[in-house]
């Protein structure tokens, strides 16, 4: 089996809630992830994404099992070909005031209600979300079963990714452009040496001396 059939294949079968739910009725559904819940720094990243069903994009997967050239390539061609997305972030001083699941939930909410085209249903990566007025499906690791989700988590991912490579920029040694915020050995010994930034969540640093 080459290389594309095998895309083809998986993209035929993260087809699967997406085809049950246009079997059902439902003509509009969109696809919602997060990027950024377990960094010590930057924001937390939420998008929402209505794929096009008359339009493949092939090697869609759950963003963290792809290179960061792979994820750049599916982002444009996401959102080229998308009937609409939304990228919404939430702040750490946000995330320190109401917790970082309350948080997401505030940036998916925020997803959906930017959306140009109001969804029927909302395929979402492991997070029952309430406080929307549309039907809710949460999928335990969506992001490696649906093409919609999958499109979400590569918005979220790139963007965040971004975000932080310009944070490096503006606060030099901590290296934010390699772990992007995460709890590395290397972020520690920053944050020891230099201190907190703006852009640190001062509550998942309550130990650091």
């Not at 493949?56 to 998308?82: C, F, M, Q, V």
């Not at 972020?187 to 969540?201: S, V």
Request: a neutral charge; proline letters at 4%.
């Amino acid at each position: 089996m080459t290389r594309e059939e095998k895309m083809k294949e998986k993209y035929i079968l993260m087809s699967n809630y997406e085809n049950e739910a246009y079997a059902n009725g439902k003509s509009v559904i969109a696809g919602i992830d997060e990027a950024g819940r377990g960094p010590l720094a930057g924001p937390v990243v939420a998008a929402a994404c209505i794929l096009n069903p008359n339009y493949t994009i092939l090697g869609l997967d759950d963003s963290k099992k792809l290179s960061p050239k792979r994820r750049d390539e599916l982002y444009d061609e996401i959102i080229k070909h998308a009937v609409s997305f939304c990228v919404i972030r939430v702040e750490p001083d946000v995330i320190d005031e109401i917790n970082i699941l309350n948080a997401t939930k505030q940036a998916m909410r925020a997803c959906v209600a930017g959306l140009a085209v109001q969804p029927e249903l909302l395929l979402i990566d492991a997070v029952d979300l309430k406080g929307v007025d549309v039907e809710v499906i949460p999928i335990i690791k969506g992001d490696a079963k649906s093409n919609s989700i999958a499109a979400a988590s590569i918005l979220a991912k790139v963007t965040r990714d971004r975000i932080m490579v310009e944070y490096d920029k503006e606060y030099p040694g901590y290296g934010f452009a390699q772990h992007k915020g995460y709890g590395t050995a290397a972020h520690y010994a920053a944050i020891r040496e230099f201190g907190f930034t703006p852009i640190h969540r001062r509550t998942f640093l309550k130990t650091i001396h």
